[in-house]
């Protein structure tokens, strides 16, 4: 599910700077962070009938770190280099991986620490009497 669109994403997301992704590539993207989202939410993103700024702001930040990533190649991830006998070391494609999950992670919590979507409590609580 998509929680923002390419209208929301240039217009206010991006207040003035410079699109990272395309009009033809948005959805694709939008569509990816919602996944994201709904793992990260435990599923209570999709019961939400009127999407808050702070999801749809979310859903522009992971569909940017996204974009980032895929457009980034293996020689982008050199971790050092050395100039005498020359010689570079990359960081490898699972590293980088783990680092797009973790930066969504962080990113998931900073958008929507504060809106109850993040809670484990299934939507009307618990319901047993002890």
Do not use: P
Not at 11 to 37: C, H, K, M, P, V
Not at 55 to 67: L, S
Not at 104 to 109: A, D, S, T, Y
């Amino acid at each position: 599910m998509r929680y923002a669109d390419y209208s929301y994403y240039t217009d206010n997301y991006l207040s003035g700077r410079t699109a990272l992704i395309s009009a033809s590539d948005f959805d694709y993207y939008a569509e990816q962070a919602g996944i994201w989202l709904s793992h990260y939410t435990y599923g209570n993103i999709e019961n939400v009938k009127d999407i808050s700024d702070k999801v749809k702001q979310c859903t522009c930040a992971i569909a940017e770190k996204m974009c980032r990533y895929d457009k980034t190649t293996e020689t982008q991830g050199i971790t050092s280099e050395k100039v005498g006998d020359y010689s570079v070391s990359y960081e490898s494609r699972a590293t980088q991986k783990e680092a797009l999950k973790t930066d969504i992670k962080e990113l998931v919590n900073m958008y929507l620490s504060n809106t109850g979507l993040l809670s484990r409590v299934m939507s009307g609580g618990c319901t047993h009497e002890i």
